[in-house]
C-alpha cells in the first residue's frame, strides 16, 4: 500500500467524520454579496516584490510600475464598492500582506487613505515587509502611515542559508533593518523559516538565539513548506541537497518550541510564540469575519467564502468594469463553520470549553471526541474551561497541515494561478 493512498483515503475518512462529506468546490459566483454586520478585518493583498523566492507559494508578481499604479486605483475602487455593500462598514483592523507591500513606497498611503475614506476603521494597521525592501526613509513613511504592528521576514540570519533561499539580502541588512524597526516602538514580529535543505541543528540555535534576543516581541517559525507547483524543487541551490526528513523536522520543531518558550515566549499559535508583555499580536491570518481586497485575497462572512482573481492585470480589469474581482465561492454551511473555527482555536493553541446546551451545534459532539482523543494521545491538557495544544499536539497539527491541508490548498492555487477565472475547482 503506497504512503499516498493511505493518505488520500485518511483524508477522505476526516473528512466524512468531520464535515459530512469528502468533497469541496469552489466555483463561479452568481452573486457577490456578503452578510457582516458588525466589524471585519480588512485584509490587502499587494502581489509585487522585487524578486520572486523560489520556494514562495503566494500570488506575486516582479514589481512593475504601470501595473502598480493601477492596482492602487483597483483597491481604492474595490474598497468603495465593498463599503457600500457593508451596512456599518466598520473595520476592526486593516492588514497589507503579499507579496512585499513595503515595495509600493509612498503609495501604501494613497491605499490607507482610501480605506479610510471608503470605512470606519478603528483597528490596528499592520504590514509584513523583506528587510532588502527597508530603509530608514522608509520607516518613517511607515511611521507616518500609523503602522502600529510589522512583521519582518528575515527567514534565517546565516549568510548561506539566505543564499540558498534565494534572498537577496545579508544578515547584517536584516539586523539593520531590525534595529530600524526597533526605534519606532511597534510591535514586531519576525519570521523564521527552519527545517531547510542542508540546515543543521547549530544553524537552527544560532537563529532561535538572535530571533529570541533581538528585541521582537513576537517569534514566527515555519518550517518549509514546498507546495508543488512553485519552484522549489527546480531551484539550482536547492538540487543535490536533501530535505530534511520527518524525524529531523520533529527534533527541529522541539528546538523551536523548547527555546521559545525557555526564553519566555509563549505559544500564541501552532508556528508563533510572543512576550507576554508583548501586546498586540501579528497575525496575517484573520479568523471570523474578513474581507480581502486585492489579487488572490479571500473575504468570509460566515456563511461563504470568496476568492478574488489571482491574475494582477484581469483583476484591475475586472474592478474597473465591474467594481469587483470576486473570481470563486464556496458556501460554507454551519457544520463547515464549525470545523472552520475549530481549526483556527487548535491552530491558536486553545479550545474553549463549549458552554452547556451548545453540543446540539451539528458536528460539536465529534469535535469533542477528537479533542478527547487528543488529551488520550498526550497532545491536549485540559483545564476548566478548555483544551490547550502542547508541544507534541503543535508539531502533529504541523505535520496534518502539512499532509492534507496543502495538498487542498495546492490545488486551489495552482488552479487559480494558472486559470483567472475557473469554473469550478473540486478538492
Ligand atoms: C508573504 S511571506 C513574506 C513577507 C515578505 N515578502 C518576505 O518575503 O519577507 C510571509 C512569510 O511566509 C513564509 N513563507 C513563505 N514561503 C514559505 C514556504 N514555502 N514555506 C514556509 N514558509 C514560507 C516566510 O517566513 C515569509 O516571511
Ligand atoms: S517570500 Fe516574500 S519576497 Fe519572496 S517572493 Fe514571496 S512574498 Fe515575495
Avoid at 79 to 102: E, N
Avoid at 205 to 221: I, K, P, V
Amino acid at each position: 500500500m503506497s504512503s499516498a493512498f493511505v493518505i488520500r483515503n485518511a483524508v477522505r475518512f476526516g473528512r466524512r467524520l468531520l464535515a459530512g462529506r469528502t468533497q469541496f468546490a469552489f466555483e463561479r459566483p452568481q452573486s457577490i454579496g456578503l452578510e457582516i454586520d458588525g466589524p471585519v478585518g480588512l485584509y490587502v493583498h499587494v502581489p509585487f516584490c522585487a524578486q520572486l523566492c523560489p520556494y514562495c507559494p503566494y500570488d506575486r508578481i516582479p514589481y512593475d510600475r504601470a501595473l502598480a499604479d493601477a492596482f492602487v486605483e483597483s483597491v481604492g475602487a474595490e474598497a468603495r464598492q465593498w463599503a457600500q455593500r457593508l451596512p456599518g462598514r466598520q473595520v476592526s483592523s486593516i492588514y497589507f500582506g503579499g507579496g512585499t507591500p513595503t515595495i509600493l513606497g509612498p503609495q501604501l498611503a494613497q491605499i490607507a487613505a482610501s480605506l479610510r475614506e471608503a470605512f470606519a476603521v478603528s483597528g490596528p494597521l499592520c504590514l509584513e515587509t523583506n528587510p532588502a525592501d527597508l530603509t530608514p526613509k522608509k520607516v518613517r513613511m511607515l511611521a507616518d502611515l500609523g503602522v502600529e504592528s510589522i512583521s519582518l521576514g528575515v527567514q534565517s540570519f546565516q549568510q548561506p542559508l539566505l543564499q540558498r533561499l534565494g534572498r537577496k539580502y545579508s544578515p547584517a541588512q536584516a539586523r539593520r533593518a531590525l534595529e530600524w524597526l526597533a526605534r519606532e516602538r511597534w510591535a514586531i514580529n519576525v519570521d523564521l523559516m527552519f527545517a531547510l535543505p542542508g540546515q543543521s541543528m547549530e544553524d537552527l540555535d544560532a537563529d532561535l538565539r538572535e530571533a529570541l534576543s533581538c528585541g521582537a516581541q513576537q517569534l514566527t517559525a515555519y518550517p518549509l513548506f514546498t507546495f508543488p507547483y512553485s519552484a522549489v524543487a527546480s531551484h539550482r541551490a536547492l538540487q543535490g541537497v536533501q530535505m530534511p526528513r520527518l524525524p529531523t523536522r520533529r527534533r527541529m520543531f522541539r528546538r523551536v518550541w523548547d527555546r521559545s518558550t525557555a526564553a519566555g515566549f509563549a505559544p500564541v499559535s501552532v508556528w508563533s510564540f510572543m512576550r507576554p508583555e508583548g501586546g498586540h499580536r501579528y497575525s496575517s491570518v484573520t479568523r471570523r469575519r474578513f474581507l480581502g481586497l486585492g489579487p488572490s485575497a479571500a473575504s468570509f462572512d460566515g456563511r461563504r467564502y470568496l476568492l478574488n482573481t489571482f491574475s494582477v492585470p484581469e483583476y484591475v480589469r475586472s474592478v474597473r468594469e465591474r467594481g469587483h474581482a470576486v473570481a470563486l465561492s464556496m458556501p460554507i454551511e454551519p457544520r463547515l463553520e464549525r470545523l472552520y473555527d475549530f481549526y483556527w482555536r487548535l491552530y491558536d493553541t486553545y479550545v474553549p470549553k463549549t458552554k452547556p446546551g451548545a453540543s446540539a451545534v451539528p458536528g460539536r459532539r465529534r469535535i469533542e471526541a477528537l479533542l478527547d482523543a487528543g488529551g488520550l494521545l498526550g497532545m491536549l491538557e485540559q483545564d476548566a474551561s478548555g483544551y490547550r495544544l502542547n508541544r507534541r499536539g503543535a508539531f502533529w497539527i504541523h505535520v496534518a497541515q502539512n499532509y492534507f491541508f496543502l495538498s487542498d490548498v495546492n490545488t486551489i492555487w495552482a488552479t487559480a494561478l494558472r486559470d483567472p477565472w475557473p469554473a469550478r475547482i473540486a478538492f
